[in-house]
Every structure is written in C-alpha cells, then in structure tokens.
C-alpha cells in the first residue's frame, strides 16, 4: 500500500506540475486575469472535470503560480547572498539587486503576476506570505548587518525619526534599526522594485538604452542614500 501510494503522490505531482507550466506559459498570452483551467485542460487532453481534483478553482491555481514564482525569486536572491562575503555590505546590497533585476527580466510574466496591477477578484491568502517576504528578508537582513557592523552611517542633518505606527509591519523585517535607518531602507526598496517594475514594464522603451549599467548606477545612489558606503 506503501508503494502504491507513493506512485499515485508521484504522478500527482508530476500532473501538478504539467499544469502549472502551461498555466505559466498562458501567463505569457492571456495574461493573470485570462487564466483559464479549461484552457489548460484542453491543452493537457484531460477533461475539464478532472483538473479540479488538483486546483479546485482559478484562485487556487493562481496561489500556486504566486507561491512558486515569489519562491523561484526568493531563492536566487537569497543564493546570491549566501554567495557573497558577509562583511562586504555593499557588495551584498548590489549583489542582491542585481538577482532581483535579473530574475525579473528573465521571467517577465512571472514578475508581472507577482509585482503588476492585481488580479481582478483575487484576493492572495494569507499561505503566500512566507514565500512573498523571501526577497525582501534578504534585503533586510543586509541592512540589519550592515548597521549592527557601523557600516551604515548617519546622514549629514537627519534628526532621528519618532516611532511611527506605518514602520511596525517592516520592522521584524529589519531588526534592530532605528527608525530613520528603517526608512532608508524601505526607500531603497522601492527605489529597487520601482526600477525593476519601469524596465520590466516597459518605461523605459525608447528612453534608457544601457539599462544595465544605469540599474547599477541607481543602485548605488540608494545605498548612499541609505548612509550604506562600503564595508565596515
């Protein structure tokens, strides 16, 4: 029973994973909202009864595609981390930049479920929200680093910022930072998905042709912003 219950897990989880790559690929031509699990019944030659013993409805399917593309980005900017020397703060900044941007530009459609305009009548449970802080941890936890090392110096002026009710749902996010270092870190993020949402959108057709290097240099420019220079 062991054995046989154990081929029945494997082909469901092939099947899951059949569906979920032609759901991705009418990413690419329907877009999230033309999600369709008829469509990809058709397309896998099983009847439409039968796909909803796996995702009972569309917003099922979608969760799954969220899930798995917020831990698809997750892990590469986490692995590009780890790769780097952990006292080189910058270099862990931009290093983790640079895997958001470029796993973003390989997944277009992907990154647009995930950072674009919200899916009309889908509201993400709360189960997406281990997978959606995996990028932003990374982030974080550099800044946390950085400032626990000195490595993140005050600014020429800023007075110390009162806690503020809007800076508690970052602040497990950045632990240990005051509050003005906490905000200097969330304007860096939104510099960083700011950005990536303009390339990958396509803001910047016909206006920016060296996109790498003028990412590379925006980049910099939040983490001077951020007081983050070098390494301590």
Do not use: K
């Not at 900044?93 to 973003?104: E, I």
């Not at 530009?105 to 959606?132: F, N």
């Amino acid at each position: 029973m062991t054995a046989s219950r154990t081929a029945r897990e494997r082909v469901r989880a092939e099947l899951t994973r059949e569906i979920t790559d032609i759901a991705r690929r009418q990413l690419a031509t329907e877009g999230a909202g033309g999600l369709s699990l008829r469509a990809v019944a058709r397309e896998m030659g099983m009847v439409s009864s039968a796909i909803y013993r796996y995702f009972p409805s569309r917003d099922d399917l979608l969760t799954a595609l969220i899930i798995d593309g917020y831990n698809a980005l997750g892990e590469t900017v986490e692995r590009a981390d780890a790769e780097c020397p952990q006292d080189d703060y910058l270099r862990r900044w931009m290093t983790a930049c640079h895997a958001v941007r470029d796993w973003a530009v390989a997944h277009p459609h992907e990154y647009a479920l995930l950072y674009g305009s919200p899916v009309p009548g889908y509201q993400a449970p709360q189960e997406t929200i281990a997978a959606r802080i995996r990028d932003v941890t990374v982030l974080g936890r550099i800044i946390s680093d950085a400032w626990a090392a000195g490595a993140i110096q005050p600014l020429p002026g800023e007075a110390p910022r009162e806690p503020a009710p809007e800076a508690e749902a970052f602040r497990g996010l950045m632990p240990g930072v005051p509050d003005d270092v906490l905000w200097r870190g969330l304007s860096a993020w939104t510099a960083l998905y700011g950005w990536v949402n303009f390339e990958v959108f396509g803001q910047f057709n016909n206006t920016i042709e060296n996109r790498l290097a003028a990412f590379e240099h925006s980049m910099r420019l939040a983490a001077s912003a951020m007081g983050l220079l070098s390494s301590a």
